[in-house]
């Protein structure tokens, strides 16, 4: 992967509250956060790390952190969230797109919460900073993969329009248009972050 470009939107830190008023502010993820990313992995539960990484193992290979953080803004572009009134303010989010082929069009979509954070509108907010960086990079259509009893993102995913196209070994596979995807969430007035997101990225 080539190295990481400078951007306008890396410099970019959009700060707002999830449903309950928890303060977050939302970034772009860099190479040097491998740390953040270890950490934040091992603070799932053995649920949301199989539920995210098909495995339950309480720490990730290092391969598999150093992947998570080799985002260069264009074949690998990801986004991060942090608690800015936790102690330590920690990471406790993070949702990536990664491009199948170079300069291609399509990539894959992935993304995890910490279990406190979840239903708090905190996905929806990372997602929509994701999918305005992915339209500004040529990235149009993202696939997504899930445990098929993965309710939760389901949810979540075909709120935003994606389409299921087939399941096998319990892994349900869909597809997610960009900029339609956005435009749902642009569409949605239940969370209010959302709104927030796309309107400091100039996006609403």
């Known amino acids: ?51 995210r990484f098909f495995s339950p193992a309480p720490t990730m290979p290092d391969a598999v952190v150093e992947r998570l953080a080799d985002v260069d803004g264009h074949d690998h572009i990801a986004w991060g969230a942090i608690c800015t009134e936790c102690e330590g303010e920690p990471a406790i989010g993070a949702v990536h797109a990664v491009r199948h082929h170079s300069d291609g069009r399509v990539g894959e979509y992935s993304i995890a919460v910490l279990d406190a954070f979840h239903g708090l509108g905190l996905a929806r907010m990372m997602t929509a900073a994701l999918l305005v960086d992915c339209l500004a990079a040529g990235l149009t259509m993202l696939d997504i993969h899930i445990l098929s009893h993965n309710r939760a993102a389901a949810r979540l995913i075909t709120a935003m329009g994606a389409r299921r196209k087939l399941e096998s070994a319990g892994v349900a596979d869909y ?26 990225l100039g996006a609403a």
């Open 1 to 51: 992967m080539e190295q990481a470009r400078a951007r306008p939107i890396d410099n970019i830190v959009v700060c707002s509250r999830l449903t309950d008023g928890t303060a977050v502010c939302l970034r772009t993820i860099t190479p040097d956060d491998a740390d953040l990313l270890r950490q934040g992995i091992a603070k799932l539960s053995a649920e949301a790390r199989y539920l």
């Open 175 to 200: 597809e997610l248009d960009v900029a339609a995807g956005l435009e749902s969430l642009r569409q949605d007035r239940d969370f209010p972050g959302v709104q927030d997101v796309l309107r400091q």
